[in-house]
Structures are given as C-alpha cells and as structure tokens.
C-alpha cells in the first residue's frame, strides 16, 4: 500500500505542477510529499521528474511511469467501488459543504436535510458565505459556485444556470411608467443591495455588445431579502439573480423589465478538490445535489 501511495503522490505531482501544490491537493504537508517522491525516484532508480525554477515537468521516464500510473490507480479505484458496492456499506463521516448564503438556504440545506435522512450515520457542516472560501486551506469537500470560474486545479460539474434579472412591481410601475432601454433607468428610482456608494453601473447586453449604464440608487440596503422587500413596496427597480426572486416572479409579485437586454447566464457549479479517491460521501453527495439541482426548473433556464 506505501507504494501504490507513492504513485498517487507522483500523479498529483505532475497534475498540480509543484510539490507544494500536490502538498495541498492531497492535504498532506510539503516535506511528506518530497519524501515520497524521492523514495520512489530512488526505488525505480531514475530520475522522474525535472525541477526548474517556476514548476516540475516529468521526464521522459516519468511519462512513462505515469502513463501506467494512472490506469494502475483507476483500476484500483474501480476494483475497491465494486467491492464497497457488494457490501452495500453505510455511509459514515463527517462531510464539510460550502454554499453561497441565500443559494444555501434555498436549494442546498433542502437537499442536506434529504441526503441526511437516506445516511443516519452520516454528519453534515454547511456553511453559507457569499466569500469563495479555500477548499484546500478550509478542508471543505464540496463548493457550490455561481458564476465562471477561475482558473485552478479544481474539479467542477455544471448543474444548472441563473441571470440577473431587472425586477419591479405592478404598483411601481403603474405609478412611474416601464422602462423600454437600459438607458431609461436613468429616470427611475433604483434599489441597491449593495453597500458600495453610489454611483453604480449595471451592465446590459444588447445585438451581441454589452452596454454600461450609470444610475444613482434612490435605496441601497445590506442584503437580498430587504432589496426584494422594498422592491415589492414599490420604492423603485432593482437588480437579483433570478434564483433570488423566483417565487415573488411566479407569484406576480414581481415583474420581470427588459428581459432581452440580460447579460448572458452565470454557471452553476459543483466544485470539488480532486477527483482523485474521492470519498463515498462525497461522491454520494454530489450525485445527490446533480438529481436535486437539476430538477429545479429555475435553475435550468
């Protein structure tokens, strides 16, 4: 077992690109990870990998050796899944989630609250920010994301979409008239829920090219829920994700303005570590939150 350990050390090695990546990736610290790399250097008697100054690149033998790797490890993985899937053994442990506030506490915690009742011997930490928290620095198993993505080594699964959406009500418009163009948000009374002074700029798309408007909020408030509040009191248009109002949309407490000048859709995402031995929870979890998410006809507009 040491030694099928030390070629999933190589592999995150050469997938991260530096030792302290791989270090981080595999929750494991630097100098075991430099251990384990120069006991298997020294087993097979070649060098594996070459150090340069910005990052490693595998040399000609360690292509070779991580080519058969990496199948050696897959073949491995499939082999103990068929194993634990014959046995039919209950989940257990601890799984750490982060999910954004409102999103969490709209469409996740549900689906916590499910995931929990199928794996009594399962324990659950949901944490809900509106901050895209370290995976690797927190410890956290799962993130769900909105929006693209940066660029980095972690692995992601696309669930679903939302936009942003311009929202008044019947009552605001009666009294103020519908606005026809982005540029006639400039004559209307605007709620932000942001605490960024004023003036602010929305972005709109219009024939393929995006637009900036500069408004003035008449309302700016700390959160989603009190901007939604005061939107459906009539105290001006403001700007949510779709998922944020769906119910008030539905509903008709809300209108829906200039529906064909919306940016394009942000992604959904669930984001992952590594995909390298994953956990049976995690992987439980996250076919769990792909069934439940993509039922939400919301999120698949």
Do not use: C
């Not at 990546?21 to 430099?34: C, H, I, M, N, Q």
């Not at 020294?42 to 990998?49: D, H, I, K, S």
């Not at 050696?72 to 750490?96: I, S, V």
């Not at 004023?198 to 008449?218: C, E, I, K, N, Y």
């Amino acid at each position: 077992m040491d030694r099928l350990d030390e070629l999933v050390v190589f592999t995150a090695i050469l997938e991260a690109g530096s030792l302290a990546a791989a270090a981080r990736g595999l929750r494991r610290s630097y100098p075991a990870v430099t251990r384990s790399l120069a006991a298997l250097e020294e087993r097979v008697g070649l060098r594996l990998v070459q150090r340069t100054t910005r990052k490693l690149a595998p040399t000609e033998a360690g292509h070779r050796l991580a080519s058969r790797a990496r199948q050696l490890l897959a073949d491995y993985g499939e082999a103990t899944g068929k194993l634990r899937g014959h046995r039919n053994a209950p989940l257990q442990g601890l799984l750490r989630v982060t999910a954004p506030s409102l999103f969490g506490r709209v469409h996740i915690m549900p689906l916590v609250a499910s995931f929990l009742d199928l794996h009594p011997g399962v324990r659950f930490e949901l944490v809900l920010t509106n901050t895209n928290l370290d995976l690797i620095e927190e410890r956290f198993d799962i993130a769900i994301r909105l929006g693209p993505l940066a660029d980095s080594g972690l692995v992601a699964r696309r669930v679903g979409q939302v936009r942003e959406v311009l929202l008044a009500s019947g009552k605001y418009l009666a009294r103020r008239g519908r606005p026809l163009t982005p540029g006639d948000l400039m004559k209307h009374d605007i709620v932000f829920n942001s605490s960024r002074p004023a003036p602010l700029v929305w972005r709109f798309r219009a024939s393929g090219r995006d637009r900036a408007v500069s408004l003035t909020p008449r309302l700016v408030v700390s959160d989603t829920e009190s901007m939604i509040a005061a939107i459906r009191g009539g105290l001006g248009i403001g700007r949510a994700l779709s998922y944020q109002a769906a119910e008030e949309l539905s509903s008709g407490k809300l209108e829906r303005l200039l529906r064909e000048f919306e940016p394009p859709a942000r992604p959904i995402h669930l984001v992952v570590p590594t995909a390298q031995y994953m956990p049976p929870g995690v992987r439980a979890f996250l076919d769990h939150a792909v069934r439940g998410l993509g039922r939400v006809g919301t999120l698949q507009d």
